[in-house]
């Protein structure tokens, strides 16, 4: 009974789970979105907290896009590099971070304004 009742009160007395903000977290993701790559890290979350080693963030992605436009010849052409918003959910388990992000792709002229998602792979420092 001793056993049984010191087991039922640890379980109890475990870390719990919390929402909280977060400004920055420090992760560093790299992915693929829209024909394109992308470097972004995490900036303002709202962070769900399920251990000490794993949480869910939910929040905006400052993010540099590297894509090549394809264009005709004589038309105007992007640059490889454009910095970009996005929008997006992020798992990270001890160190790695898995992430989902959202970023609008903006009305051109051949082509109407879109989100595209993506999905990436990084780092939590």
Excluded at 68 to 73: G, H, L, M, S
Aim: glycine share 12%.
């Amino acid at each position: 009974m001793l056993l049984l009742s010191l087991a039922i009160s640890m379980g109890s007395y475990g870390q719990e789970k919390t929402v909280k903000g977060s400004l920055f977290e420090g992760i560093a993701v790299a992915g693929y979105t829209d024909h394109g790559a992308y470097i972004n890290c995490t900036g303002p979350a709202v962070k769900y907290i399920f251990s000490a080693k794993s949480c869910l963030l939910l929040g905006l992605l400052p993010s540099l896009k590297l894509k090549e436009d394809k264009v005709e010849a004589g038309k105007p052409k992007n640059s490889w590099v454009t910095p970009s918003l996005g929008f997006g959910l992020t798992a990270v388990i001890r160190h790695i971070a898995i992430q989902l992000p959202a970023f609008y792709a903006a009305k051109t002229g051949t082509a109407d304004g879109k989100w595209r998602l993506g999905v990436g792979i990084g780092y939590k420092f």
